[in-house]
């Protein structure tokens, strides 16, 4: 279905512009109005005007917004506590404005305003006129401003963002585990170009196994008025500042039309490609430029990088090497704030993830996710499932039309990630729908054939459409594989929910449970591997979750701290990556029915030696009995009889190749002993959106969380910044998180946490002065 058709079925404006992160990563520094690129990208994410209700007059020109509160893009729409808040709280009709002028170079070109993501439904005004509603909160869409601009004044824009679940959008019409919140709570650009302009570039890399690796590009270019004078494509490829290869096009003369055209520019023999991978993940940039001659009328560029992903009937296959993967799927949803975090905390999800968590791949569930994340994806080397939203619901066919129209976006968008690996085109665990998912199907293939497509469903029964059979399976034993491309994509989850402060007992179970699961996924190739249900605990509606409204289904909280499940991701790393030995248990003689009796250790260690009280009381392997497919398995000691007879302090000393290399000590004392802030980040740039997680922790004398402390934290904040956060914050499981979001003046934050016991601690966070947005 092409996009005319699209919009005369649904009655919903469509924009064109899917703009890739790197292009739009990329444009800041070009903010002055520089037209050397012959483009010009300006953020528009400061000076916004909110209101959290409809004004009358608020679209028109003249309507004085003094009185409004002056906000920042990302921005949610209300801030909620943490936990036990009703959806209805966000789902209102707020509205938006921004003034703006543009610089005289502007006269003459095509004005666009490109939105990544507003939750749910957006109708746009310019200077008083209604452009349209584009329905969706997590795709990117744009609006051709041109004809209602004042290009010698100052204009308006206003939007009316509507975060009330409506049936007729996906991912609502029925129940879904999870909340959308509100607001505009991704970026915005207004993009300036010619009339024939880059509308996108997709680039295909081939026989990346070859000594001689060749690349196709694909450049996408709009005319929106006849073409007449002969133009130039040029597309060079970079590895950093280093030419590589560099070719040319010649354009022929082009009526009006409506949908991009197509330009397909062919590098053959590419030497010293270096491929991308898990372990290097070796990242080029295609740069183009259409010339008049030697004049750049438009450039834009992408990031890309060389690799083959593929799934076989052997399993997961990356550049010809068979990998077992190992996940976890992701809410992108933060507390207080809901979907608005910027840039920097998008990137630290990812970062988690691969370099704490250990996994090498993440399911982007249950919606295309920020750009900043999938570009840090890319950057660290952590394969990426993507997929459309939905949550087992399927709605009418105007419902169906926008989720087709969402597969060609989230694309459209991220089709240059190496590291997405899948499309995901169905709706997450719905029933078959073949003429439905026939459909999401091919728009896929046709727009990219490079990649495979998977459809997240929860009975083996279900029609097979796709390239992958991507499966939820929360049983134990698994269901074996019923097809020779089998990836399961979620487990454990709902069946077990544990939080940070239940008992030993649960606590390790939890973590058991996701070992048991990847034990079976490793004793046969036809696993493809798994994607374990969740990294973070999340937020949901009141016929879901805990009683607070939160689901506890994570292997780490909802401020990203660890429970014991975490651990055993993280073990299952090289020991030259990083050697990992982790308790699974909380050491307390009664935290646990009678008394303590197993103790679990997430180790990539050989052997253990463990003592209490200085005393040695046990050696032991690793539990092969039990995970004898794990490379990494975990290991159990019975301490019942020792921790009977003699308690205090325990240690355990991880040994490789008979050599001691790692040791840990958990207090026998049962007192909290020190309280510690953790910042992830001591410099912010004061831009009025770029925020930092800090942790909060009370630890025994040797840093082991005490999950029972839940003290009040009295906080305190000097300088140019602010919490998000409750204050006094009351710590849950013995940590927590705040986070401390830059305002847009430089200088020096200072943040002082008060213990009511264990007194004060404080950190300094350097603000940096930001460029000026200039309209």
């Not at 997240?456 to 279900?462: A, D, E, K, N």
Request: hydrophobic residues 35%.
């Amino acid at each position: 279905m092409d996009r005319r058709e699209f919009i005369k079925t649904t009655g919903t404006v469509i924009a064109g512009a899917t703009l890739a992160s790197e292009a739009l990563a990329g444009s800041a520094a070009k903010a002055a109005g520089s037209t050397a690129d012959g483009r010009m990208m300006f953020p528009i994410n400061r000076n916004w005007r909110y209101s959290p209700k409809f004004v009358d007059g608020g679209h028109n020109r003249e309507f004085d917004d003094s009185k409004f509160d002056r906000v920042v893009i990302p921005h949610t729409n209300i801030r909620l506590p943490w936990r036990s808040f009703d959806d209805k709280s966000y789902e209102f009709v707020s509205l938006y404005r921004r003034k703006f002028k543009l610089p005289p170079e502007a006269k003459g070109k095509y004005v666009f305003v490109d939105f990544e993501g507003a939750m749910t439904a957006s109708t746009v005004w310019i200077n008083g006129v209604k452009l349209g509603e584009y329905k969706g909160g997590y795709t990117p869409f744009s609006f051709d401003l041109t004809r209602h601009i004042d290009f010698a004044g100052e204009n308006i824009l206003a939007v009316d963002v509507d975060s009330t679940e409506r049936a007729d959008i996906p991912p609502f019409g029925h129940q879904i585990d999870y909340l959308t919140f509100g607001g505009i709570y991704r970026e915005v650009w207004l993009r300036v170009v010619p009339s024939t302009h880059i509308e996108n570039i997709f680039a295909k890399p081939k026989d990346v196994l070859s000594d001689k690796p060749t690349l196709d590009v694909d450049v996408h270019l709009n005319h929106l008025e006849p073409l007449k004078d002969a133009l130039t494509i040029e597309v060079e490829l970079r590895e950093g500042d280093r030419s590589v290869a560099k070719a040319t096009q010649k354009l022929a003369s082009s009526e009006v039309t409506e949908e991009a055209t197509t330009h397909a520019v062919h590098f053959d023999a590419l030497p010293n490609i270096k491929l991308w991978d898990l372990d290097h993940p070796n990242l080029y940039t295609v740069h183009v430029r259409l010339l008049n001659g030697s004049q750049t009328i438009d450039s834009d560029h992408r990031k890309i990088g060389f690799r083959h992903a593929e799934f076989t009937d052997q399993g997961f296959a990356l550049n010809a090497k068979v990998i077992k993967l190992r996940g976890l799927d992701r809410h992108q949803t933060f507390p207080f704030v809901g979907q608005a975090m910027p840039g920097r905390c998008q990137r630290s999800d990812a970062h988690i993830l691969k370099h704490k968590l250990k996994t090498n791949i993440v399911r982007t569930s249950h919606y295309p996710q920020s750009r900043h994340f999938l570009d840090a994806c890319d950057e660290i080397g952590l394969l990426v499932l993507e997929e459309i939203p939905g949550w087992q619901h399927i709605g009418d066919e105007p419902w169906k039309l926008i989720s087709i129209d969402n597969v060609g976006r989230m694309i459209r968008r991220d089709w240059n990630h190496p590291s997405v690996i899948l499309w995901g085109v169905r709706i997450n665990e719905s029933k078959d729908d073949h003429d439905f998912y026939t459909r999401t199907n091919a728009v896929a293939h046709k727009l990219d054939p490079t990649r495979q497509t998977g459809g997240i469903r929860y009975f083996q029964s279900s029609e097979f459409l796709e390239d992958v059979f991507t499966m939820n399976d929360f049983d134990f034993p698994l269901k074996r594989p019923n097809h020779p491309r089998y990836l399961n994509t979620e487990f454990v989850g709902h069946t077990y929910p544990t939080k940070t402060i239940d008992q030993k007992e649960r606590t390790t179970e939890h973590m058991l449970r996701h070992a048991r699961i990847h034990n079976q996924l490793a004793s046969d190739p036809q696993y493809a591997g798994g994607i374990g249900w969740c990294a973070f605990d999340y937020n949901t509606h009141g016929d879901f979750g805990s009683g607070d409204r939160i689901c506890y289904h994570g292997v780490t909280d909802i401020f990203r701290e660890p429970k014991p499940a975490a651990h055993f991701y993280k073990s299952q790393c090289d020991p030259a990556d990083e050697i990992v030995l982790e308790p699974a248990f909380t050491w307390a003689r009664g935290d646990e029915s009678i008394g303590f009796r197993q103790a679990w250790f997430c180790s990539n260690c050989e052997h253990l030696k463990v003592y209490i009280d200085g005393k040695q009381v046990a050696e032991v392997d690793p539990n092969k009995t039990e995970f004898q497919y794990l490379k990494y398995s975990p290991f159990m000691v019975d301490l019942y009889e020792s921790a009977i007879n003699h308690w205090g302090d325990l240690k355990v000393e991880g040994y490789i190749g008979g050599k001691k290399v790692v040791e840990k000590t958990l207090s026998g004392v049962g007192i909290d002993q020190k309280f510690s802030l953790a910042p992830d980040d001591v410099k912010l740039h004061a831009d009025g959106a770029d925020t930092t997680r800090v942790v909060l922790r009370v630890t025994d004398e040797f840093g082991a969380s005490r999950p029972f402390s839940n003290d009040p934290i009295k906080l305190e904040l000097a300088g140019p910044a602010e919490i998000l956060g409750d204050n006094p914050f009351a710590l849950i499981g013995g940590t927590g998180a705040i986070w401390i979001r830059a305002k847009e003046q430089p200088g020096t934050a200072k943040l002082t946490a008060t213990h009511p016991v264990l007194g004060k601690q404080q950190i300094a966070i350097e603000l940096t002065a930001a460029p000026p947005e200039t309209v």
